[in-house]
Every structure is written in structure tokens, then in C-alpha cells.
């Protein structure tokens, strides 16, 4: 008989809901923070960084679903955060994050 090895913590769809909607919540907080275009932007980097190195802490010891979760909508906020300055830089020609 061939061994058998099982995934201590697999990845399962509540796991990687339960992880989007806390960092989404996480990044709706911190985005709330920023009072213009350059301190949101800041804030969103600040969290997306703080919450990836909980996804990284969470694939080594912990539920890769919600490691999962947190890391794709974590790189969604930091798309739309990206989009916002790039569309603010296009629209004024000064580059806002400075």
C-alpha cells in the first residue's frame, strides 16, 4: 500500500471567506484613516504589508484558507489604492505620494 498524506490545514471556502472579509474589514479601517489621496494610499500600504505578514504567519503555523483569503483581497485594496494614485498623478501631473 502506497502512504497517504493529508493536509494538516486544508484550504476550505469558509476559511478563505472568513480571511477576505476580515482583511477587506482590516483595510476598510486603516483606508478610513487617510484624510487625501497620499495618506490613504500610505495607510493602505501600512495595512497590506501588517496583514501579509499574518497570511505568512498563518501558512506556517496556522489555516492557509484564511491566509488565503487575506492575501487576495489584500492585493485587490493595494490595486485599487494603486489605481487611485495613478488616476489622481494622471489628472494633476504631480506625483501625490511625496
Same mark, same amino acid.
Not at 10 to 32: E, K, N, R, S
Not at 76 to 91: E, F, K, M, P, Y
Given at each position: 500500500?502506497?502512504?497517504?498524506?493529508?493536509? &494538516?490545514?486544508?484550504?476550505?471556502? &469558509?476559511?478563505?471567506?472568513?480571511?477576505?472579509?476580515?482583511?477587506?474589514?482590516?483595510?476598510? /479601517?486603516? #483606508?478610513? /484613516?487617510?484624510?487625501?489621496?497620499?495618506?490613504? =494610499?500610505?495607510?493602505?500600504?501600512?495595512? $497590506? $504589508? /501588517?496583514?501579509?505578514?499574518?497570511? +505568512? !504567519?498563518? !501558512?506556517?503555523? #496556522?489555516?492557509?484558507?484564511? @491566509?488565503? $483569503? !487575506?492575501? *487576495?483581497?489584500?492585493?485587490? $485594496?493595494?490595486? *485599487? +489604492? =494603486? @489605481? *487611485?494614485? +495613478? !488616476?489622481?498623478? @494622471?489628472?494633476?501631473?504631480?506625483? &501625490? /505620494?511625496?
Amino acid at each position: 500500500m502506497r502512504p497517504s498524506y493529508r493536509e &494538516p490545514y486544508p484550504v476550505t471556502g &469558509p476559511g478563505v471567506a472568513i480571511g477576505a472579509v476580515t482583511a477587506f474589514a482590516w483595510l476598510l /479601517l486603516f #483606508g478610513l /484613516l487617510g484624510r487625501n489621496v497620499s495618506s490613504y =494610499a500610505w495607510w493602505t500600504l501600512l495595512a $497590506g $504589508g /501588517l496583514a501579509w505578514l499574518a497570511a +505568512a !504567519v498563518l !501558512v506556517r503555523h #496556522g489555516d492557509r484558507g484564511v @491566509a488565503t $483569503g !487575506v492575501a *487576495i483581497v489584500t492585493a485587490g $485594496g493595494w490595486s *485599487i +489604492a =494603486a @489605481a *487611485i494614485v +495613478a !488616476v489622481r498623478w @494622471a489628472q494633476s501631473g504631480d506625483w &501625490p /505620494l511625496w
